[in-house]
């Protein structure tokens, strides 16, 4: 490669750094800006008696039911075996 070839090649690649670099940037203080909240967008706390809190609210309950189909196979494994397909390796043995 000619020394003005790695010149212009130095120069294109420190473009595209700098432009990726300041879009995570950007990105950073846009979401950074967006997540907070507006004045006047509070929650307003209720007053509770000592005598209400000590108690635990009654019928109330959360229950989680999860169900797998029967021919169910983890993302994980799934992954490995794409990636097995194309390497055509076994991958690491457990």
């Not at 212009?8 to 670099?21: D, E, H, P, T």
């Not at 008696?49 to 009654?58: A, D, G, I, V, Y």
């Not at 229950?63 to 994980?76: L, S």
Request: hydrophobic share 35%.
């Amino acid at each position: 490669m000619r020394p003005e070839q790695a010149a212009s090649w130095y120069r294109r690649m420190s473009v595209v750094y700098a432009l990726g670099a300041w879009t995570v940037l950007g990105s950073l203080f846009f979401f950074g800006q967006k997540k907070s909240k507006p004045p006047g967008d509070e929650v307003q706390q209720k007053d509770v008696s000592t005598n209400e809190m000590l108690e635990p609210p009654k019928g109330f309950y959360v229950e989680t039911i999860v169900t797998y189909r029967e021919d169910f196979v983890p993302i994980t494994d799934r992954i490995l075996n794409y990636l097995k397909s194309w390497t055509g390796g076994s991958g690491p043995e457990s």
